[in-house]
């Protein structure tokens, strides 16, 4: 994964799964993270994911869908976007409200639903790698209990 350069210090190394990878990107961020499935979001059919950063946490809201793996893909995109830094070249969005959102707390994203987007690009491919990371290290470990049990 050293082909991106990675503007968080978050440990991508050991067992890796979605709730690790959430637990460390919270820990370099030093805020906590809120997921939140928005349904409305599937029926854009433009944007599958979103992530507000805000001054005390971040919040990712994220599309419905029936495959847990595309699910965790729209995750894995956003949390892609923090680990790349992209944060700083989000621009703040006023008098705009979300779900789950507390009303008057400046919210800065990063909001293109163009595919050919530099950023979009990099934060998809980090995605995909994070998510090959996930399922070999899920692979390993159904392997180990299939052999050694507990």
């Known amino acids: 994964m050293n082909?991106?350069?990675f503007y968080l210090d978050v440990d991508l190394t050991g067992p890796l799964d979605l709730p690790a990878l959430v637990e460390r990107v919270q820990a370099a961020r030093g805020r906590p993270l809120r997921i939140v499935e928005l349904p409305q979001l599937a029926e854009t059919k433009e944007l599958s994911g979103l992530w507000m950063a805000?001054?005390?946490e971040d919040i990712i809201l994220h599309a419905?869908?029936?495959s847990e793996l595309h699910r965790d893909q729209f995750?894995?995109?956003e949390l892609a976007h923090m680990i790349l830094g992209h944060d700083e070249i989000a621009r703040p969005v006023e008098g705009t409200s979300f779900p789950?959102?507390?009303e008057g707390s400046p919210v800065r994203t990063l909001c293109s639903i163009s595919r050919d987007d530099q950023h979009e690009i990099a934060a998809e491919l980090l995605a995909d790698k994070l998510a090959g990371e996930i399922r070999q290290g899920a692979r390993r470990r159904s392997s180990f209990l299939a052999i050694f049990g507990r």
Do not use: E, K, P, Y
């Open 3 to 5: 082909s991106l350069s």
């Open 64 to 66: 419905s869908s029936d």
């Open 54 to 56: 805000r001054d005390s």
């Open 100 to 102: 789950g959102a507390d």
């Open 75 to 77: 995750v894995l995109h």
